[in-house]
């Protein structure tokens, strides 16, 4: 199974930009679809974007439509979350999470990272 790891999270002001790993192991990361999600304090958590194993398609959530890129990078088993002109409503806890190849519903994402913290200044 792969194992996921989050990194890169940190504290930003409105409009500006991060970008977040996902460092993948115990596996071979071109098989496995990762998603991004996020949980905000008093909220449900949020799929927000997902790219897929072998093709790489890519599906963003409208909410970060036009913002957000995902892409992966399979030599090095890591997958980018590249988040730009971030608000303060982008604040929360940033997880991966990885999955089958055609994964693209929350419920088929198995495997989770720690989570990492996006904090936007107001």
């Known amino acids: 199974q792969l194992r996921v790891v989050e990194s890169g999270g940190g504290l930003v002001q409105p409009g500006g930009s991060l970008r977040l790993s996902c460092a993948a192991s115990?596996?071979?990361?071109?098989?496995?679809?990762i998603g991004w999600f996020r949980q905000a304090p008093g909220k449900e958590r949020e799929m927000m974007a997902c790219?897929?194993?072998?093709?790489?398609?890519?599906h963003y959530a409208d909410s970060v439509e036009g913002r957000f890129t995902t892409s992966r990078d399979n030599a090095k088993n890591t997958v980018y979350l590249q988040m730009d002109s971030l608000k303060p409503e982008d604040t929360a806890v940033y997880y991966c999470a990885s999955g089958p190849p055609g994964a693209t519903m929350d419920v088929d994402f198995q495997s989770w990272g720690q989570g990492t913290q996006v904090t936007g200044s107001a």
């Open positions: 115990g596996s071979t990361l071109e098989y496995y679809a």
């Open positions: 790219i897929s194993g072998r093709a790489g398609s890519t």
